[in-house]
Nanobody, 117 residues
Framework: QVQLVESGGGLVQPGGSLRLSCATSGSIFSLYHMGWYRQAPGKQRELVARMATDGTTAYPDSVKGRFIISRDNAKNTVSLQMNSLKPEDTAVYYC???????????WGQGTQVTVSS
């Protein structure tokens, strides 16, 4: 069992930055691929950043060059640095843990990010 708790959401103006953090507990963090997803009203949940256990990363084109995912295996945390934010980045952001051998996946409760002037 893995518990995930996100923090760092809020209201930011277009062009601004936010840093989301996800604290994990309950299992061996290094065995999990970690990701950030988001869901805007009326839309499907989508991946915005993923870091595998070997450190490789993946981003969709919509955030590439603006968002950076990082993880600290010693502190059992994963973060998402979001720069040059746009109104279309407004969504609830969720932390995800996906076991490297499959079969186990966990979600945080989500944190709201609103980009508006």
């Amino acid at each position: 069992q893995v518990q995930l708790v996100e923090s760092g959401g809020g209201l930011v103006q277009p062009g601004g930055s936010l840093r989301l953090s996800c604290a994990t507990s309950g299992s061996i963090f290094s065995l999990y691929h970690m990701g950030w997803y988001r869901q805007a009203p009326g839309k499907q949940r989508e991946l915005v950043a993923r870091m595998a256990t070997d450190g490789t990363t993946a981003y969709p084109d919509s955030v590439k060059g603006r968002f950076i995912i990082s993880r600290d295996n010693a502190k059992n945390t994963v973060s998402l640095q979001m720069n040059s934010l746009k109104p279309e980045d407004t969504a609830v952001y969720y932390c995800n843990a996906d076991h490297k051998w499959g079969g186990l996946q966990y979600w945080g409760q989500g944190t709201q990010v609103t980009v508006s002037s």
